[in-house]
T-cell receptor, first 114, second 113 residues
């Protein structure tokens, strides 16, 4: 039982390049989330999904797109990477909304945009 | 503006003492609040959830209080151990829809032997 798995763990991008971060969960959770974590700023919600085929914007959605075509997968895309997107990205899932149930986090993806 | 603050960026305590971490919030009225632990290079791990009608919640050596009048949650670790050293994050439901959480910046706790 792997829980929440993020791919890749590390990545260096050049400004303007695109990439997709993959999050997979094997717990049959309905809710999935993408956060970014920057020093001194805590975790900030980028996008989230309350079920297969749904997505919603979080606190800092600009420059990112997401898709939830399958219940177990939540993809985060950067169409044209910028140095301001250098961060550690965390995916999380929960069986219900985070207000009612704990969230399970992946191990993170460290992204550097140069 | 809406804000979540955690008492200090870093807190050092002696092994065996009780660590008390503070989470204060402004311009939110959360019905739920959660605490997470995060170790370096790892994702956060859920510790406790407390609801507004629960003044206190305990789990082993952990205790959380939630005072909606003071707009504050306190997180206590009794008989602290060096293994408790980590960053602790509080999180609250910003709109009470139960769909997502807003996190505080975290407090880095170091328990010294």
């Amino acid at each position: 039982n792997a829980g929440v798995t993020q791919t890749p763990k590390f990545r260096v991008l050049k400004t303007g390049q695109s990439m997709t971060l993959l999050c997979a969960q094997d717990m049959n959770h309905e809710y999935m989330y993408w956060y970014r974590q920057d020093p001194g700023m805590g975790l900030r919600l980028i996008h989230y999904s309350v079920g297969e085929g749904t997505t919603a914007k979080g606190e800092v959605p600009d420059g990112y797109n997401v898709s939830r075509l399958k219940k177990q997968n939540f993809l985060l895309g950067l169409e044209s990477a910028a140095p301001s997107q250098t961060s550690v990205y965390f995916c999380a899932s929960s069986p219900r909304g985070q207000g009612y149930a704990e969230a399970f986090f992946g191990q993170g993806t460290r992204l550097t945009v140069v | 503006s809406q804000k979540i603050e955690q008492n200090s960026e870093a807190l050092n305590i002696q092994e065996g003492k009780t660590a008390t971490l503070t989470c204060n919030y402004t311009n939110y009225s959360p019905a739920y609040l959660q605490w997470y632990r995060q170790d370096p290079g790892r994702g956060p791990v859920f510790l406790l959830l407390i609801r507004e009608n629960e003044k206190e919640k305990r789990k082993e050596r952990l205790k959380v209080t939630f005072d909606t009048t003071l707009k504050q949650s306190l997180f206590h670790i009794t008989a602290s151990q060096p293994a408790d050293s980590a960053t602790y994050l509080c999180a609250l439901d910003p709109d009470n829809y139960g769909q997502n959480f807003v996190f505080g910046p975290g407090t880095r706790l170091s328990v010294l032997p």
